[in-house]
């Protein structure tokens, strides 16, 4: 059988082609960036994601599994080969196309066969066709005469439970034009495919489309518990009630009705953006994905105001913050709510002390721009030590069961900001804090 190349090896590639090889393929994994291959190749995996290190150890020792910068070898020993670069926002919102068509264009370079080229990154709908005609132009530069297809074949894991994800999916959705790469593809796919997991099989730009609707639809969904639990502070009722009776009918689903400081992360606000400008390409208004980027911008500066509203004026007030990926169980701070969020508490003159299990190294150059109010700190407790309050942004699993005796010990005044709704009003007011929620 032959091998697969995954071109781009960050959170997407590297877990795709670490699953493949576990699966039993042989799999390249392949980056431009040398210092990322290099630190592969030692064994270091540069993202923290749950269980990777060690799936990659074990695929690597039985040498199904390998990473190089050399894009050359990659493409002529495999048949498959994925790409699988960031499509990161332009400035108009739409999805920067030039690393996916710059991979498209390596890979016409060094053919010399037939290739199934499959675009995994989540790119708009038309990619498909565009990565077949730069291909399409460097094989007639060239002079050859090699067949290939392309493929769409988005990718739904979730970082944090990426693995999982990528060896349990909901469903394998898989856009090709011809009978033979649809078959190779579900070759690729073939322990799945045994396991009963669905496929979709279908066209390129439904493909496409089918990754937009899910992730704008999900974003959507926040957005809408977001806007039901603001207006349950005003009226007072409790979002909390409200979203698990909601999430009780089976229409409706309790995924992603969670309250709280918005939606974050390197998919759902590029891909939000994304959507409502390729609508507007074709002449189409998407207002419910349009409404949801601008609320969403809003219920992080509400935030802001929460804390305001609640202790006054912020000038020379230390705050201890807990928790600053965008979501638990990653390093990545890509669009983070706490960027908007600690960039305006800074503003208003407020000291930050700040703990996150893996988030210091990224914050630390993501937060540079204010770095005057910014300290880093080994744990929750000495986060919170001589502050006029805590603001819980990231719902790690040690902030769930924090010692609260020993938290308002070190606290100067006993503000408890949690946006994630993880803690029980009564609990900890009965602990002599004042306890703002989201909708609770
Ligand atoms: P990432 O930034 O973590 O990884 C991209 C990798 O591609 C980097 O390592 C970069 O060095 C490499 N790269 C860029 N240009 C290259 C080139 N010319 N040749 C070789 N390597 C190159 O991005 P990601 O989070 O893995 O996302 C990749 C795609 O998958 C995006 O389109 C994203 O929307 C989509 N996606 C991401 C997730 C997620 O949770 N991160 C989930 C589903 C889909």
Known sequence: MEKI?????????????????????????????????????????????????????????YKRLSFTTDKKKAVEESEVIFIAVGTPPADDGSADLQYVLQVAKDIARHMNGY????????????????????????????????????????EFLREGSA????????????????????????????????????????????????????????????????EIANLCEKVGANVQHVAKAMGKDGRISPKFLHAGPGYGGSCFPKDTKALASIAKDYGEIISLIETTVATNERQKSKMVEKIKNAIGNLERKTLGILGITFKPKTDD?????????????????????????????????????????????????????????????????????MNLEKLKDAMKDYYFFDLRNIYERELVEEKGFKYYGVGV
């Open 163 to 226: 693995i999982h994800d990528f060896t349990h999916p909901d469903r394998v959705v898989i856009g090709a034009e011809s009978e033979k790469a649809a078959k190779i593809m579900k070759d690729v796919y073939g322990v799945l495919y045994l396991n009963e997991t669905p496929f979709v099989m279908t066209n390129i730009e439904t493909a496409e489309m089918i990754k937009y609707a899910s992730n704008a639809f999900l974003a959507m969904k926040i957005t809408y518990i977001n």
């Open 333 to 401: 701070m890509r669009e983070a709510p706490s960027l908007t969020i600690l960039t305006e508490l800074a503003n208003l003159g407020v000291k930050l002390k700040i703990f996150d299990p893996e988030g210091e190294k990224e914050g630390t150059w993501r937060l540079s721009h204010i770095k005057e109010n910014v300290e880093f700190c080994n744990n929750e407790y000495e986060a919170c030590e001589n502050t006029d309050g805590l603001v819980i942004i990231t719902e790690w699993h040690q902030f769930r069961n």
């Open 115 to 154: 290739k199934v080229i499959v675009d995994k990154s989540t790119v708009p709908i038309g990619t498909g066709q565009k990565v077949k005609k730069v291909v399409q132009d460097i094989l007639d530069e060239r002079g050859v005469d090699y067949k290939f297809d392309v493929a769409s074949n988005p």
């Open 5 to 61: 190349a995954v071109i781009g090896s960050g959170y997407v590639g590297l877990v795709a082609g670490t699953c493949l090889a576990d699966f039993g393929r042989e799999v390249i994994c392949v980056d431009n960036n040398k210092q990322k291959i290099k630190d592969l190749k030692e064994g270091n995996i540069p993202i923290y994601e749950p269980g990777l290190d060690d799936l990659v150890e074990r695929n690597v020792y």
